[in-house]
């Protein structure tokens, strides 16, 4: 081979391999992370999420890219998020943070396949055409909050049977939010309590419903599923200590940060199924053939320091059924 010949081949290798890389990389598959709560508080589940796409071989930044979009607690932001994730022409919307962020991406796009996590019902929210069988390009799990309230009204009156009337702190700019209510207020009429309704849609109106909590003198608290509500735990639940109210929390993290006692499902275990589900769209199975899954356990937490410093006496019975005791 002459020398001339030789460097004219070598030089179309050079110029070649870096193109291939270039076409590899955009080959990399890229999904829309859409939620309607902040990344910072977000950090636990986010990992669970990345945990379940792990399972089916994916790792961010290895073989995936991710377009977050957050909206900070402000579902008005929602529709116009799922639409930039749509125009990027995303692999797989994953649409977590509740009902608004699925409705969101559901309203974007009937055509990239969406993975949701909620709190209620995918079948009356018209995500999935039964949880079976979910047609269409939209699968994922819920958490089976919105179920649980009954449940809740009547653990905090096992904690505390003096009280007669119970406050509900609910998010009015949540699809589930009538369902809460009614399912609650339903509750109450058997057990023969009143109901008194808060709400909350941003920051600013938490110190308001307290101060309407107290005024009425109302005895205890219970905090409806709401991912504003999650994102904002901190602060409810300082705001719960400070004026002394017995709160049931729907999500264990509540708990965790101080707050007395809550009943629901496992957010994290929720949002590595996602993952899971994510990773098996990417490898070619189709959303209509991913049963919409529930859970099927759901978790009484307790903190007993906090218990103590309301003064407030846990029933054995309740105490000895919890799933875990933070002392």
Do not use: C
Not at 42 to 58: I, K
Not at 278 to 292: D, M, R
Request: hydrophobic residues 45%; without cysteine; aromatic residues 6%.
């Amino acid at each position: 081979m002459r020398r001339r010949d030789l460097i004219a081949m070598l030089g179309g290798a050079v110029v070649a391999w870096p193109l291939a890389a270039r076409a590899q990389q955009k080959a990399m598959p890229v999904i829309g992370f859409l939620s309607s709560r902040s990344p910072d508080e977000s950090a636990s589940v986010v990992a669970a999420f990345r945990r379940g796409l792990a399972e089916t071989g994916y790792v961010e930044g290895q073989n995936l890219t991710v377009e977050s979009r957050w909206a900070e607690g402000r579902y008005d932001r929602l529709p116009r998020l799922a639409v930039d994730l749509v125009d990027r022409h995303v692999a797989v919307i994953v649409a977590v943070g509740g009902e608004p962020s699925a409705l969101a991406a559901k309203a974007a796009t009937a055509k990239i396949p969406i993975v949701f996590a909620i709190g209620g019902d995918p079948v009356k929210l018209g995500l999935v055409t039964t949880l079976a069988r979910p047609g269409g390009n939209v699968t994922g799990v819920t958490l089976l909050f919105s179920g649980l309230g009954g449940k809740r009204l009547e653990m905090i009156r096992e904690v505390l049977p003096a009280v007669t009337v119970i406050a509900l702190l609910i998010n009015p700019s949540n699809p589930g939010a009538d369902d809460s209510v009614r399912e609650v207020e339903a509750a109450a009429r058997v057990l023969r309590l009143e109901v008194h309704l808060l709400s909350a849609v941003a920051g600013q109106d938490f110190d308001t419903a307290f101060d309407a909590l107290v005024q009425s003198r109302i005895g205890a608290l219970i905090v409806d599923q709401d991912p504003f509500f999650l994102g904002q735990r901190d602060r409810l639940v300082a705001l719960a200590a400070r004026h002394a109210i017995p709160t049931m929390y729907f999500s264990r993290e509540f708990v965790e940060a101080g707050g007395l006692i809550s009943y629901g499902s496992s957010i994290a275990a929720g949002y590595q199924q996602v993952g899971v589900y994510t990773g098996k769209i990417l490898k070619g199975a189709k959303p209509s053939e991913l049963p919409a899954t529930q859970p099927t356990k759901f978790e009484l937490v307790i903190n007993l320091k906090t218990a103590k410093a309301l003064r407030v006496t846990i029933p054995p019975m309740l105490l000895g059924s919890a799933d875990e005791v933070i002392e």
